[in-house]
DNA sequence: GTCTATAGTCGGATAGAC
DNA sequence: GTCTATCCGACTATAGAC
């Protein structure tokens, strides 16, 4: 994909920017299921509901409507999740934290993740961009990386770490908190797998509410702090 | 370039065979990367170095091809999977197993995933393909269910349960189950990311020695086993 | 069985009317 | 700014020579 580039920054008329908005609904909702090249500009414009020509006159190319869907997502997903890491930085800033601090500060994280990632629809739009910018990463990367998960994993890091008596920058560190953020993702990714399996017709918030018990038990037993008793409470 | 007929025999029935070979490893090698739409039958025949007809004479279709590899990642895992699997369905139909049994076998078959999922070039190719499967679901998503996730989760689940106390279909135990796979999983499709965080430059013997550690004191933790050595190494 | 040539379609992008 | 008409290259698939 080559750089081209901000074109789409362009200042043009509010007309304009209902196009524009469309286009980026549009890509959001399609690149993510089918893939860069799984969708025509035909269809894109089709979706919605503006001029062929509009992709080209607003993004530069399918490439620019492309990024901008990308730094659409880094906007959006941080408008929810900035003040959950905020909270954390400065807690974490005032002075140093208790391990059993650091651990409140993480489940209540993990606990917002997990509801926004699996019980959001638009979440599952969005993930899937992201999954496939990992498989194969194009220049969207970058701003999905820097502006999404860069600082998501800086955040899990330093509790980790704190409750571990371990620096962030740590290995084990990084690779406890990958493992965590595993458990998380793969109620995302294996969705039609888990549902299959589990004769669930959606994630509903009975859904969500066993797999976040199950989510923060697990997490607990790992960083060794101390466990209430073993739920049965989540067969839901 | 043409082959040249120096032994007319050799050009005749084994030639086509290697040309299907070639085709399904080009397409393993391009449809998981860059997704079904993101390849052409034009840049799979120039990889597989075969004629741009042999895809339709062959397969029928670009479809027939993708499929066709679905179908050879299926035989291609279940041929190194196989061995421990049915190690795992004999150990417990033989008798019922303690949880410690089901634990050390647990982790034997953890292990042995990690190393290939994690180790093998293959794995990459593969793996992108079902999660794009995952994602948005084609035909193809039934043989890879059908003929290796399910046999995997089935296995994991009898011993997960049997760790537990619990049946093999209960919800808990799935889900686990699926946490436990999620912890695994992450560690491959994360991979661009961990990669920049740690500064590794790829998953060596050290690297994959250091998450296997992680994975297995994970589990260790979850299913509440005493941990009586760290790093109890059942396989390299 | 293998390969070339090509048909028929659809892709991204553009020019120019309004 | 918006939209229609259109260019042209790339795509899958096929027909038929060898």
């Given at each position: 994909m080559a750089a081209l580039g901000l074109r789409y920054n362009l200042v043009k008329g509010p007309a304009g920017e209902r196009a524009k908005k469309r286009l980026i609904e549009a890509g959001l909702e399609l690149f993510g299921r089918y893939s860069f090249d799984g969708v025509s500009t035909r269809?894109?414009?089709?979706?919605?509901?503006?001029?062929?020509?509009?992709?080209?006159?607003?993004f530069g190319s399918k490439e620019g409507l492309y990024q901008a869907v990308a730094s659409h997502i880094v906007k959006k997903v941080k408008r929810w999740l900035r003040p959950a890491l905020s909270e954390?930085?400065?807690?974490?800033?005032?002075?140093?934290?208790?391990?059993?601090?650091?651990?409140?500060?993480?489940?209540?994280?993990?606990?917002r993740?997990?509801?926004?990632?699996?019980?959001?629809?638009?979440?599952?739009?969005?993930?899937?961009?992201?999954?496939?910018?990992?498989?194969?990463?194009?220049?969207?990367?970058?701003?999905l990386?820097?502006?999404?998960?860069?600082?998501?994993?800086?955040?899990?890091?330093?509790?980790?770490?704190?409750?571990?008596?371990?620096g962030p920058q740590d290995q084990?560190?990084?690779?406890?908190a990958y493992a965590i953020k595993g458990q998380l993702i793969i109620f995302h990714v294996s969705?039609?797998?888990?549902?299959?399996?589990?004769n669930w017709q959606a994630y509903r918030s009975e859904e969500l509410k066993a797999i976040r018990s199950i989510i923060l038990d697990h997490v607990r037993a790992i960083l060794r702090m101390p466990s209430i008793e073993r739920g049965h409470d989540t067969i839901g």
């Open positions: 269809v894109l414009a089709d979706r919605a509901d503006v001029n062929l020509a509009a992709i080209q006159y607003y954390v930085e400065r807690k974490l800033e005032e002075d140093s934290l208790t391990g059993e601090q650091c651990f409140s500060l993480l489940c209540n994280l993990l606990d993740l997990t509801t926004k990632l699996l019980g959001s629809p638009d979440s599952k739009k969005w993930v899937a961009m992201v999954v496939r910018e990992q498989i194969e990463p194009t220049d969207a990367f970058e701003i990386y820097e502006g999404l998960m860069k600082p998501i994993d800086l955040c899990l890091f330093r509790l980790v770490g704190g409750i571990l008596g371990l084990e560190t990084k690779l406890r969705r039609a797998e888990l549902k299959r399996s589990l």
